[in-house]
């Protein structure tokens, strides 16, 4: 009886971290993305803003955590301003809203030679004019989060002032701040290389960290966990960011060698767990913390949609898994210094099965209890395939 009493008080809690839990989908991880060095081309990739909806709507159908969806601008809104009456309308037709607002400062010829930090005054004023309309977007479609991921750098040693980029950044970030309304929030993603090889403006958290500080109160720092070192404690910058206030969002994804963007957990499941603590721990000692959880994945050979759905039902079982470590015993161990205690409670909380009470709660909720299965069997994947075949893919691109 008792077991079973603790079992229901387990499930009642499983089921209000899973009914908290949200995690928002990328655009571009409907469309052909590829490698720099070419694409395979999916016939059911999405190819227009339209389509982007109707895909993130399956994936909410199935999983019921990912209500919103991030936007690219110059993938997503071409024609800026002008688009937004589009996606309010397919907002409502597919009840799914838009998300993260991410600016565009890598496709255009000019910034061959940086964006926010190029030399040319006259080129960072027209990116900065960027970061404005991509805030004038977000303010009109109620995004809170502009999401800025800058690809400035350079390739070869002594061919530019890292320190005057700096401050151009510095003057670029202050000058979005000022145009954002109030509870809009710009988040700062960092990333040690690519495109540029020898030195990135933003190349990690510490420099983000500064940059956000500087730009305004709300600012802060995107960790995408595919843009650090191999040996990088991504837990332990996550620690350091909520420390300091200052952690804002992540991109999920992973990776084996450098920014991979391949489905999360596929990996290192064991890490995403160790993020998911340091994010659950916090918020049990009653640190306040606003953290949105994105996905950043490009899927080269999987099924957009597959890959999507697997990304979801792995934060949510990774999220759940994180949520059930005993704080209060991992805390009394720690002080003790009882190591092998203490990491035996942790692995053992990373260990567990706790699928059949993910079950339980999709079926309370009505959702597919198997979500891939459900995919494969609604026929969705087949439909959009016919109704898509014929038709050259864009939207998004890293290649
Ligand atoms: C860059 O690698 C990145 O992580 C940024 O978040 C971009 O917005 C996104 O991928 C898509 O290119
Ligand atoms: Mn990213």
Known sequence: MTNMASDRELADRAFQVLDDFRIEIPSWGFSNTGTRFGKFLQTAAASTIAEKFSDAAEVQRLTGSTPTMALHVLWDLPNGLADVETV???????????????PNLFQDQEYKYGSL?????????????????????????????????????????????????????????????????????LLVEYKPFEPAFYHTDIADWGMALHLAKAAGPQARV???????????NIEQIVAWLIHTGML???????????????????????????????????GHEGVALDVAFMIDQSHNLKGKIEAMVQTVVSAQELWLKASLVDRDQLSHLQKKCDLVAAEELFRKTFWQDIRPVVAEWRAARNLPVDPLCALRKSGYVERITQERAGRQSSGGSYA
């Open 248 to 282: 804002g969002g992540f991109h999920f994804n992973d990776r084996r060698y450098a920014d991979d963007d391949l489905t999360l957990g596929s990996i290192d499941p064991y890490q995403v767990f160790r993020i998911f603590h340091e994010i659950h721990a916090a």
């Open 222 to 232: 995107l960790v995408d966990t595919g843009h650090h070192y191999a040996a990088q």
């Open 117 to 185: 930090c190029n030399p040319s005054a006259e080129i960072r004023a027209r990116a900065v004019d960027h970061m404005i309309l991509s805030v004038e977007i977000a303010s009109q479609l109620n995004s809170r989060d502009i999401s800025l991921w800058l690809p400035d750098g350079s390739n070869y040693p002594g061919t530019q002032s890292i320190r005057h980029r700096i401050g151009w950044l510095e003057e670029a970030l202050q000058e979005t701040h000022h145009h954002m309304v109030l509870g809009q929030r």
């Open 88 to 102: 309010r309308s397919l907002e409502k037709q597919h009840s799914i809203r838009a998300g993260s607002i991410n």
